[in-house]
């Protein structure tokens, strides 16, 4: 699957469901907060934090910019409208992230909630290479991808198409690692969306030599 393809899938699917998607958080306990708040606790004041695939904002962008300089990126123009809206002190742009590219050295933390496994999976060790240069020295990463064998499929959800892509979980360790971080912690957990269960790898690195 190329490139246009796939990304204007997610975009597209993204705007379409911005509404739903904000809702289907509701009356449940997602992990990423908890998993946040240990980077946070780990970061100085005023620490650079990047927020790939931050959405509308909600909770997790939100959360960075209370005490860091947060930067947000996402694919959708909608979820980015409504990001300015509900954290108006982060810097915020309608990105892909095949494409996005920063200075060495430009963030102290990098997280991705729910965000990688829209990406094809032959991009993730590219990426996460990309991450490891944007890094400062001891930089941290927060991501979860989710950890099945998916090389690539459109499927429903939320009613909208949308594109997944992810490698089994003993793979993404390994890309993790080859890109040059340590990994503190990692572990599968489940939560509920919209009902239903699904699993997520979840993964906190450091950034190594």
Not at 66 to 79: F, K, R
Not at 86 to 100: G, I, K, S
Not at 153 to 167: A, R
């Amino acid at each position: 699957m190329s490139g246009a393809p796939w990304r204007d899938i997610v975009a597209g699917g993204y705007d379409r469901v911005a509404d739903d998607y904000a809702r289907l958080e509701d009356g449940t306990q997602w992990p990423r907060m908890r998993w946040l708040a240990e980077v946070l606790d780990r970061l100085p004041p005023g620490s650079r934090v990047l927020d790939l695939g931050c959405g509308n904002g909600l909770p997790a962008t939100a959360a960075i910019a209370a005490a860091h300089d947060a930067t947000g990126v996402d694919v959708s123009a909608e979820q980015i409208a409504r990001a300015r809206a509900n954290v108006p002190t982060a810097e915020l742009a309608v990105a892909d992230l095949a494409d996005l590219d920063y200075p060495a050295g430009s963030f102290d933390a990098v997280v991705a909630f729910y965000t990688i496994d829209h990406l094809p999976r032959e991009l993730h060790a590219t990426l996460l290479a990309r991450i490891r240069r944007w890094l400062s020295d001891g930089g941290l990463l927060l991501f979860c991808t989710e950890p099945d064998d998916n090389p690539g499929v459109v499927g429903d959800w939320l009613g909208t198409p949308m594109y997944f892509s992810s490698h089994p979980a003993e793979v993404t360790r390994r890309l993790v690692t080859d890109a040059g971080f340590e990994i503190h912690r990692g572990s599968v957990e489940q939560q509920l969306e919209g009902g239903r269960p699904v699993d997520w790898l979840w993964i906190l690195a450091r950034t190594a030599g």
